[in-house]
């Protein structure tokens, strides 16, 4: 079925215009047109009609003479009046004796009325009737918007053989498993009939943005051959209260007359969210719409074979009457793929994408850890393009690995130009990155460095890269990662004894690290495990706050300081000792801009050989002059 696309202006703002050209022409034609034509002549010109007989009636007036013209009888006069004693005598004279009935008919109040308003106002509305009526048959089931208070803005799909399947859904097993008795349902209710089970009434989607939620409930739908409705939660929301529970109804009324079909509800926790928080009172218009739902819910009879599927990103906001049995009986995670599933979605998207042959999916995918798979699939769309403006037809290795950099960092900025003491800065950052990263055991290999400038706003990076997933991070881990962290900082001040704001991310993620290990881990003495901040939202950025009294929070804050202070100093340890690399390396990354992960270990095994400034100072921490 179609989807509605609405008129570009609403139809009242149509209506008012008609009104307005209704009322310009009422003030400045209508009188005329319907009112007989009245012609001002001299009076000198009304004695000589009176004498030559042409005039039948005339109408005398304090202010003025109407008289009618014997040769035309559709033509009217009137002149000024003027004193003249023998004027009587003249009409006499001429046969005219009535002088005080009305020359000229006016039309009935009530005609004119009918015919200046009335008449104008029903033709502009069946006009706009016809309008309406033309967009429905247009766009299908419903109509414009100021007539559909009350439907439902549901997009239909009906079944088609070339939709969305399973195989088109990649990365997500587990949940693909899960909803897969929901198609089997949906192609053999008998099967379940007759053993007593019946299907869940519904499932819900939760998960990270970008992770497949709603291409899963496409791919359901796809697979099973029914009809597929979609609406967003924020489309029950209107500004006339009752209007979202009366979509609700008419929702689920459509459901019902194409059973078996897949209604599915995005961003559910719109309307879904828990009753009493946010609203006005007990009478709010998000409580009367989730209300709606619950009744609908468990109103409806499972067994015609009606599945709901809804998706959210914040399950922790959703109303429990909603998630109990008997409603949204299934909960299905959705959750960022691992190294296979990154794999298994890079090879999906790359079907439509024309690709050289032997490209290493598997590579690309290790270093796109942690991303979703809209992440994934823009990756392989920003290599094409990237082959495109590279004058070729297929897609290299080389462009899956910028576009992972472009979709990670941003694209390079060619436009920024650093001044030569920058760039040195900059240089010695990343490297004091690189080395307390390789320095250290238990920390992820490094595979690329580079101070070319990003969109992000980045000047440069490192990039660290585990083998294989990692799901668990031990104290020591963390903490080497904090020291990494700080390898930034502590070689520009090694080198240059001042520091600059290029270590403010660095800054935040080692304070966000730290007190997450006293807080939320429990890897500290002074609290163990107990837990002093809870985590909201955990799949839209993870927003945390303590759970503690002021005196306990200041003791936090206290040992999140030691913790990142300890590892600054280790930092700086490992670099005072292994300073004449970290200049070879600085240097040649100035040089050359971007090294790889096995330019700068090999390079890190070598012994250095001595800058020409390091001999010419007093002070061997010193840089280069440039």
Same mark, same amino acid.
């Given at each position: 079925?179609?989807?509605?696309?609405?008129?570009?202006?609403?139809?009242?703002?149509?209506?008012?215009?008609?009104?307005?050209? %209704?009322?310009?022409?009422?003030?400045?034609? /209508?009188?005329?047109?319907?009112?007989?034509?009245?012609?001002?002549?001299?009076?000198?010109?009304?004695?000589?009609?009176?004498?030559?007989?042409?005039?039948?009636?005339?109408?005398?007036?304090?202010?003025?003479?109407?008289?009618?013209?014997?040769?035309?009888?559709?033509?009217?006069?009137?002149?000024?009046?003027?004193?003249?004693?023998?004027?009587?005598?003249?009409?006499?004279?001429?046969?005219?004796?009535? /002088?005080?009935?009305?020359?000229?008919?006016?039309?009935?109040?009530?005609?004119?009325?009918?015919?200046?308003?009335?008449?104008?106002?029903?033709?502009?509305?069946?006009?706009?009737?016809?309008?309406?009526?033309?967009?429905?048959?247009?766009?299908?089931?419903?109509?414009?918007?100021?007539?559909?208070?009350?439907?439902?803005?549901?997009?239909?799909?009906?079944?088609?053989?070339?939709?969305?399947?399973?195989?088109?859904?990649?990365?997500?097993?587990?949940?693909?498993?899960?909803?897969?008795?929901?198609?089997? #349902?949906?192609?053999?209710?008998?099967?379940?009939? @007759?053993?007593?089970?019946?299907?869940?009434?519904?499932?819900?989607?939760?998960?990270?943005?970008?992770?497949?939620?709603?291409?899963?409930?496409?791919?359901?739908?796809?697979?099973?051959?029914?009809?597929?409705?979609?609406?967003?939660?924020?489309?029950?929301?209107?500004?006339? $209260?009752?209007?979202?529970?009366?979509?609700?109804?008419?929702? #689920?009324?459509?459901?019902?007359?194409?059973?078996?079909?897949?209604?599915?509800?995005?961003?559910?926790?719109?309307?879904?969210?828990?009753?009493?928080?946010?609203?006005?009172?007990?009478?709010?218009?998000?409580?009367?719409? %989730?209300? =709606?739902?619950?009744?609908?819910?468990?109103? /409806?009879?499972?067994?015609?074979?009606?599945?709901?599927?809804?998706?959210?990103?914040?399950?922790?906001?959703?109303?429990?009457?909603?998630? @109990?049995?008997?409603? #949204?009986?299934?909960?299905?995670?959705?959750?960022?793929?691992?190294?296979?599933?990154?794999?298994?979605?890079?090879?999906?998207?790359?079907?439509?994408?024309?690709?050289?042959?032997?490209?290493?999916?598997?590579?690309?995918?290790?270093?796109?850890? &942690?991303?979703?798979?809209?992440?994934?699939?823009?990756?392989?769309?920003?290599?094409?393009?990237?082959?495109?403006?590279?004058?070729?037809? *297929?897609?290299?290795?080389?462009?899956?690995?910028?576009?992972?950099?472009?979709?990670?960092?941003?694209?390079?900025?060619?436009?920024?130009?650093?001044?030569?003491?920058?760039?040195?800065?900059?240089?010695?950052?990343?490297?004091?990155?690189?080395?307390?990263?390789?320095?250290?055991?238990?920390?992820?290999? $490094?595979?690329?460095?580079?101070?070319?400038?990003?969109?992000?706003?980045?000047?440069?990076?490192?990039?660290?890269?585990?083998?294989?997933?990692?799901?668990?991070?031990?104290?020591?881990?963390?903490?080497?990662?904090?020291?990494?962290?700080?390898?930034?900082?502590?070689?520009?001040?090694?080198?240059?004894?001042?520091?600059?704001? &290029?270590?403010?991310?660095?800054?935040?993620?080692?304070?966000?690290?730290?007190?997450?290990?006293?807080?939320?881990?429990?890897?500290?003495?002074?609290?163990?495990?107990?837990?002093?901040?809870? $985590?909201?939202?955990?799949?839209?950025?993870?927003?945390?706050?303590?759970?503690?009294?002021?005196?306990?929070?200041?003791?936090?804050?206290?040992? $999140?300081?030691?913790?990142? *202070?300890?590892?600054?100093?280790?930092? *700086?340890?490992?670099?005072?000792?292994?300073?004449?690399?970290?200049?070879?390396?600085?240097?040649?990354?100035?040089?050359?801009?971007?090294?790889?992960?096995?330019? /700068?270990?090999?390079?890190?095994? =070598?012994?250095?050989?001595?800058?020409?400034?390091?001999?010419?100072?007093?002070?061997?921490?010193?840089?280069?002059?440039?």
């Amino acid at each position: 079925m179609k989807d509605y696309t609405p008129p570009k202006k609403p139809l009242i703002y149509y209506y008012l215009i008609g009104m307005l050209i %209704l009322m310009i022409l009422n003030v400045l034609f /209508f009188p005329q047109i319907l009112s007989a034509q009245v012609e001002e002549v001299s009076y000198g010109t009304f004695l000589t009609m009176v004498d030559e007989g042409n005039v039948t009636q005339v109408e005398i007036n304090q202010d003025e003479i109407v008289f009618a013209d014997d040769s035309d009888p559709t033509r009217y006069y009137k002149t000024g009046p003027m004193y003249d004693p023998g004027l009587t005598d003249r009409l006499y004279d001429a046969g005219i004796t009535d /002088f005080g009935t009305p020359v000229v008919e006016e039309m009935p109040w009530l005609l004119s009325f009918l015919i200046s308003w009335v008449l104008p106002i029903g033709i502009i509305y069946l006009i706009g009737q016809l309008f309406i009526r033309s967009m429905v048959k247009k766009n299908g089931m419903g109509g414009g918007p100021a007539m559909t208070f009350g439907k439902s803005n549901a997009k239909v799909y009906v079944q088609s053989t070339g939709g969305v399947k399973f195989s088109d859904v990649a990365g997500e097993d587990e949940a693909k498993e899960l909803l897969g008795e929901i198609v089997d #349902f949906l192609h053999d209710p008998e099967k379940y009939a @007759r053993i007593g089970a019946t299907i869940p009434k519904g499932a819900l989607l939760v998960g990270p943005p970008g992770t497949g939620k709603t291409l899963l409930a496409k791919a359901v739908a796809g697979e099973a051959n029914v009809p597929f409705f979609s609406i967003s939660g924020s489309e029950f929301v209107e500004m006339f $209260v009752g209007m979202g529970a009366a979509k609700v109804r008419d929702l #689920f009324k459509q459901a019902n007359e194409k059973a078996p079909c897949i209604v599915f509800i995005d961003e559910i926790d719109t309307i879904g969210k828990k009753r009493g928080e946010g609203g006005l009172g007990g009478n709010d218009e998000r409580e009367q719409t %989730l209300n =709606q739902l619950l009744t609908e819910m468990d109103g /409806f009879d499972g067994k015609k074979g009606v599945i709901i599927l809804a998706a959210t990103n914040r399950p922790d906001s959703l109303d429990p009457a909603l998630l @109990r049995p008997g409603r #949204f009986d299934r909960r299905i995670p959705v959750e960022l793929p691992d190294q296979k599933g990154r794999e298994d979605i890079l090879k999906v998207h790359a079907r439509k994408v024309a690709m050289e042959p032997n490209i290493d999916f598997g590579a690309i995918a290790r270093v796109a850890a &942690g991303a979703s798979g809209a992440e994934l699939a823009n990756i392989i769309n920003e290599a094409a393009l990237r082959a495109v403006r590279s004058g070729r037809d *297929k897609v290299s290795q080389s462009d899956l690995e910028e576009s992972v950099e472009v979709v990670i960092a941003g694209y390079q900025k060619k436009n920024a130009i650093l001044s030569d003491k920058e760039k040195m800065i900059v240089a010695y950052h990343e490297i004091g990155h690189a080395m307390v990263a390789a320095l250290q055991s238990h920390s992820a290999p $490094v595979t690329k460095i580079t101070i070319i400038p990003r969109t992000s706003g980045a000047l440069g990076y490192t990039m660290q890269v585990d083998q294989g997933n990692h799901y668990l991070m031990s104290k020591e881990e963390i903490e080497n990662k904090i020291a990494t962290l700080t390898g930034g900082r502590v070689a520009e001040e090694l080198i240059f004894q001042s520091v600059t704001t &290029g270590a403010s991310n660095d800054i935040e993620q080692a304070t966000r690290l730290a007190r997450a290990m006293i807080t939320r881990y429990g890897m500290s003495e002074e609290f163990g495990m107990v837990a002093l901040e809870t $985590v909201q939202n955990q799949y839209l950025g993870g927003d945390t706050s303590l759970a503690c009294s002021a005196e306990t929070a200041a003791l936090v804050d206290h040992r $999140v300081v030691k913790l990142v *202070k300890t590892q600054y100093e280790k930092a *700086k340890e490992l670099l005072s000792q292994n300073l004449p690399k970290l200049h070879s390396l600085a240097k040649y990354l100035y040089d050359n801009e971007t090294i790889t992960g096995q330019e /700068f270990m090999r390079l890190l095994e =070598q012994e250095p050989a001595k800058l020409p400034s390091a001999e010419s100072e007093d002070r061997p921490g010193q840089p280069r002059p440039l």
